[in-house]
T-cell receptor
Framework: DGGITQSPKYLFRKEGQNVTLSCEQN?????MYWYRQDPGQGLRLIYY???????QKGDIAEGYSVSREKKESFPLTVTSAQKNPTAFYLC???????????FGDGTRLSIL | GDSVTQMEGPVTLSEEAFLTINCTYT??????LFWYVQYPGEGLQLLLK?????DKGSNKGFEATYRKETTSFHLEKGSVQVSDSAVYFC?????????????FGTGTLLAVQP
């Protein structure tokens, strides 16, 4: 079955540490997205990529970085510069210009 | 800027009750509108969508009509079940635009009691 796989499901970060969240899709979608979900705030866009080797900042990109070396993969790194990283992170993908976004099951990041 | 406002929860209903979750939007242009559902500990699933004024999206007994004159996309279901308990998000997007990004409301928690 086609879909989006996020891993790990739970992740813990120590102070000063960078961590990387994985997102893989086998839907052959061009576009991929990362959202952050905090209680009572809905979802906010961190980064998005419309095509391989290209990506743009979303609304809350500070303290995060991404890469898009392969069409099916869009990993997100939460750097030590992100001072409040505790949240639920959701990856999504879509056909580049049409169609709604499909979401993975998320990664919950917590601070040790 | 573009935004989505939806009613605050939680909404608590008894099984077989009628459901309405209000959603209004502000947008420059003509967005597509969506309802997503999130079950505990999971990601979001697309519930229904509408791409132009007067379109009605429907799925699993849920319906929503794109009302341009009132800039609304209210979610309704005639008879809710316990299994409908989840968080519901209203969202807009400009499909075919530069980003296709989704702009979400804050979500409404629905709790259905047996």
């Amino acid at each position: 079955d086609g879909g989006i796989t996020q891993s790990p499901k739970y992740l813990f970060r120590k102070e000063g540490q960078n961590v990387t969240l994985s997102c893989e899709q086998n839907l052959n979608h061009d576009a991929m997205y990362w959202y952050r979900q905090d209680p009572g705030q809905g979802l906010r866009l961190i980064y998005y990529s419309q095509i391989v080797n290209d990506f743009q900042k979303g609304d809350i990109a500070e303290g995060y970085s991404v890469s898009r070396e392969k069409k099916e993969s869009f990993p997100l790194t939460v750097t030590s510069a992100q001072k409040n990283p505790t949240a639920f992170y959701l990856c999504a993908s879509s056909m580049r210009e049409v169609g709604p976004q499909h979401f993975g099951d998320g990664t919950r990041l917590s601070i040790l | 800027g573009d935004s989505v406002t939806q009613m605050e929860g939680p909404v608590t209903l008894s099984e077989e009750a009628f459901l309405t979750i209000n959603c209004t939007y502000t947008a420059t242009g003509y967005p597509s509108l969506f309802w997503y559902v999130q079950y505990p500990g999971e990601g979001l699933q697309l519930l229904l969508k509408a791409t132009k004024a007067d379109d009605k999206g429907s799925n699993k007994g849920f319906e929503a009509t794109y009302r341009k004159e009132t800039t609304s996309f209210h979610l309704e279901k005639g008879s809710v079940q316990v299994s409908d308990s989840a968080v519901y998000f209203c969202a807009l997007s400009f499909l075919g635009g530069a980003t296709n990004k989704l702009i979400f409301g804050t979500g409404t928690l629905l709790a259905v009691q047996p």
